[in-house]
């Protein structure tokens, strides 16, 4: 094993971890996602497509992780299992299998799991409704769009995940169209399936929990009524 030249490079994420393969080895990949696959605090895989299709993961770009970021794309994003204390309010007791040097209670994010991407998001102001509960999907990127729009500014784009104007809280908006979604990978050898939920709006993706269904707090591996569902291998 020679440390300055390594096969693998493991990079702490707090409730996920990004796997690097500086050799592009797709064995090496293969071997890796292999083992992976048999720990009891992983759920959910998803490879970089440059390195082919595995069973029971899906791919990077399913998850918008595939890009023209300067910054080195991970061969395997890792997320830890979630699990809830068994409070009423799931979201407000869940537990995160984490990588990371805090102490249990310290607080930890990172995780595909609903507590981890569901936020609390409010404005007050003339620029928008009083008393308005948008039922439309939102998240931060939408903020800076959406204080453009209001200060009356142009920002360039650089790549595709902008976010978008929140213009249904604005007076005069109206809630636009938007859709639940299911995207499931193929089994692994033991049963496991990598599965993400996520609703679109026009054509920005918000993803709302991912992983294998039983180790991510608000994973639901069924069909929701009305939404549409996609198979991936």
């Not at 490879?47 to 910054?71: C, W, Y």
């Not at 990978?185 to 609703?199: A, F, H, I, K, W």
């Not at 679109?200 to 591996?221: E, K, Q, S």
């Amino acid at each position: 094993m020679d440390p300055s030249n390594p096969d693998v490079v493991v990079a702490a994420n707090g409730g996920s971890d990004l796997v690097y393969l500086p050799k592009r080895d797709q064995a090496m990949a293969a071997r890796v996602v292999t083992a992976l696959l048999k720990q009891d605090y992983v759920s959910g895989l998803f490879v970089d497509d440059s390195l082919g299709r595995f069973p029971g993961t899906l791919p990077l770009s399913a998850i918008n992780l595939k890009g023209s970021a300067l910054t080195p794309v991970p061969a395997i994003a890792v997320n830890f299992k979630t699990f809830t204390t068994g409070c009423d309010r799931p979201l407000l007791c869940t537990v995160e299998i984490a990588d990371t040097l805090l102490q249990q209670g310290q607080g930890m994010h990172g995780s595909f799991s609903r507590a981890d991407t569901m936020n609390f998001m409010a404005a007050i102001g003339p620029d928008f409704k009083a008393g308005f509960v948008d039922e439309a999907p939102v998240s931060n990127a939408d903020l800076g769009m959406t204080m453009a729009r209001i200060l009356g500014l142009r920002l360039p784009a650089k790549g595709q995940l902008v976010g978008r104007v929140l213009g249904e809280a604005m007076p005069g908006g109206s809630v636009p169209r938007y859709a639940t979604r299911v995207l499931r990978s193929g089994e692994s050898e033991n049963r496991l399936r990598t599965v993400v939920q996520y609703q679109v709006v026009g054509t920005t993706h918000y993803f709302d929990a991912a992983g294998f269904p039983g180790r991510t707090v608000g994973l639901h591996d069924i069909a929701i009524a009305g939404a549409s569902v996609s198979s991936g291998r």
